[in-house]
């Protein structure tokens, strides 16, 4: 099975955002910074869905947690308890 290349715009080098001047450029800009984070959380995920190497579902999720095959597991917010 052949591995997806990915494409150089999916690496961006970050920059660095000026120093604010006051109060409500400094709220505005960590507003800026949290969105700038989801964006590129969007990104990753979007990258990964594209790949097809994610897997849903409960029983799955356990199988790769036991074999070591997983490297991130995300579980929602509107998550039913363990069984």
Same mark, same amino acid.
Request: hydrophobic residues 35%; glycine residues 6%; aromatic residues 4%.
């Given at each position: +099975?052949?591995? $997806? @290349?990915? %494409?150089?715009?999916?690496? =961006?080098?970050?920059? @660095?955002? $000026?120093? $604010? @001047?006051? /109060?409500?450029?400094?709220m %505005?800009?960590?507003?800026? #910074?949290a %969105?700038?984070?989801?964006?590129? &959380?969007?990104?990753? !995920? +979007? /990258?990964?869905?594209?790949?097809?190497?994610?897997? /849903?579902?409960? =029983?799955? @999720? !356990?199988?790769? /947690?036991?074999?070591? #095959?997983? =490297? !991130?597991? !995300? &579980?929602?917010?509107n998550? $039913?308890?363990?069984?």
């Amino acid at each position: +099975q052949e591995r $997806p @290349t990915f %494409s150089s715009h999916a690496r =961006k080098k970050r920059g @660095t955002a $000026p120093a $604010p @001047t006051n /109060l409500a450029a400094g709220m %505005s800009a960590k507003a800026s #910074k949290a %969105s700038k984070n989801a964006d590129s &959380i969007n990104a990753r !995920l +979007q /990258l990964v869905m594209r790949s097809g190497k994610y897997m /849903l579902g409960y =029983k799955t @999720t !356990l199988k790769s /947690l036991r074999h070591g #095959k997983s =490297k !991130l597991i !995300l &579980i929602a917010n509107n998550c $039913p308890a363990l069984r």
